[in-house]
């Protein structure tokens, strides 16, 4: 496995960080590692998720979103409102390119895991198309069963390699992060990885070698 899709059970819920500490983890490794936001939407100047990640790769943020909208919107959204569209042949060519260049190549979504992309073509029939096993990022807290049963389970319908579930952002405020992790394994049969919020943007090293292995490099 060379590559692997970033997605989630919704927006928010942390898909940059996790992210950034796959690279970052991958990296640490001597891994020529490689990033790619396909589409990245509420970009006022410069596109905020590709820079972050770009500061960690070295990469020209050309290479790392190709593809960029205005408003906080989904892709598909975004070439609705501002009237502008992109080639799917061209952007798959694009990631074809990466892959070729780099030893290992992190792609991340934008939004959900059927967030549209362009009318009847969202996140899991990119991955579908491109071939790329899945990451599902959930939120810790109240609400995320039904998101994270649903979001896996179309997964599944669509015929997708789910590598692993990561919940983030545990507080241990809310009572319910005591029992979701334990749900959501009988639910799906997958044991979360259990991540914490934290101040900044690295998780401590033996977290970031679960992600890594999650990825199986």
Not at 31 to 48: A, I, N, S, W
Not at 56 to 61: E, F, I, N, S
Not at 111 to 134: C, E, F, M, S, T
């Amino acid at each position: 496995m060379r590559a692997v899709l970033i997605t989630a059970t919704d927006t928010g819920v942390g898909k940059t960080f996790i992210s950034y500490n796959l690279v970052y983890a991958l990296k640490e490794r001597g891994v020529k590692v490689g990033y790619l936001k396909p589409v990245e939407t509420d970009v006022k100047d410069v596109p905020q998720d590709g820079a972050l990640l770009c500061s960690l790769t070295g990469q020209d943020l050309e290479e790392a979103v190709p593809v960029r909208y205005s408003l906080p919107l989904s892709p598909y959204a975004g070439i609705l409102e501002e009237k502008r569209d992109f080639s799917l042949t061209d952007l798959k060519e694009h990631y074809l390119r990466l892959l070729e260049r780099y030893e290992f190549l992190v792609v991340e979504g934008a939004g959900g895991i059927a967030v549209p992309i362009k009318r009847d073509y969202n996140y899991a029939h990119l991955a579908l198309d491109w071939g790329l096993p899945i990451l599902l990022v959930a939120r810790a807290g109240l609400g995320t069963l039904n998101h994270t049963y649903l979001s896996y389970f179309y997964a599944k319908s669509m015929g997708l390699n789910i590598l692993g579930i990561v919940m983030n952002g545990f507080e241990g405020k809310d009572v319910s992060e005591r029992t979701n992790p334990i749900i959501v394994e009988e639910l799906t049969g997958i044991k979360p990885l259990q991540v914490p919020r934290v101040d900044g943007l690295l998780l401590e090293p033996s977290l970031r070698d679960s992600l890594v292995s999650l990825v199986g490099f």
